[in-house]
């Protein structure tokens, strides 16, 4: 699905956004006037008219599962050392 986009450069994540949609997936920049006076519904049929970048889709709640299933094992086995190294003095 293409993204019609407005860049705000007073927002933090407005550069970072932009840049993800220029690599990841179709989009096309909508001027903040544009948009105020109706002027982008202009660029829709250009914007229909965009392919959608292939490459390999991940399901974000898969990853942030990954990420978490990842996190805690690295607190278990810190716990587990930690047990060891403090039965070893007992």
Do not use: H
Request: no cysteine; charged share 35%.
């Amino acid at each position: 699905m293409p993204f019609g986009y407005i860049r705000r450069d007073s927002f933090r994540e407005s550069g970072v956004l932009v840049d993800f949609i220029k690599r990841k997936r179709a989009g096309l920049e909508i001027s903040a006037l544009d948009f105020k006076t109706g002027k982008w519904l202009r660029q829709l049929p250009e914007l229909f008219t965009l392919r959608a970048r292939s490459g390999k889709r991940e399901n974000g709640a898969e990853v942030i599962a990954e990420y978490i299933v990842d996190l805690l094992s690295k607190d278990a086995r810190n716990s587990l050392k930690l047990q060891i190294k403090t039965e070893d003095f007992f």
